[in-house]
């Protein structure tokens, strides 16, 4: 079996006797270490350039969201002061139109009435 610490990136550790410290050696051979670590340099940039774009574009997204709520109240204020009023109106004319009902049929009543009287003689 092979060397159990050993990974296939060249580097290599062995544990030391009696402690819990570990020796770490590269190898010579795989020296392209320091281009793969600029590499990840260079991604963890790219990774934090996107989440600044992200943090960005949510705060944006929650502007909107605040000032469409902000607009969606209003407009339930001023739905629900629009409804007020419309009731408002029809009850104050509801009773004008019954009693304009009540004397429409009376009246009705009054020249049927009269003209089944003169009819009938």
């Not at 290599?12 to 010579?28: C, T």
């Not at 629900?80 to 139109?97: C, D, E, F, P």
Request: hydrophobic share 35%.
């Amino acid at each position: 079996m092979a060397n159990p610490y050993r990974s296939r990136e060249g580097l290599s550790s062995r544990p030391v006797a009696g402690s819990d410290e570990i020796q770490l050696r590269i190898d010579p051979v795989h020296g392209e270490l320091d281009e793969e670590i600029s590499g990840l340099h260079r991604q963890v940039k790219q990774l934090k350039n996107v989440a600044q774009e992200i943090e960005t574009e949510a705060r944006v997204q929650n502007d909107i969201i605040s000032d469409m709520q902000r607009l969606m109240s209003n407009a339930e204020s001023g739905l629900k002061n629009g409804m007020r009023r419309l009731n408002r109106s029809i009850v104050q004319h509801r009773s004008n139109h019954i009693l304009q009902v009540i004397v429409f049929g009376l009246v009705c009543f009054i020249v049927v009435y009269l003209w089944s009287k003169r009819f009938k003689r």
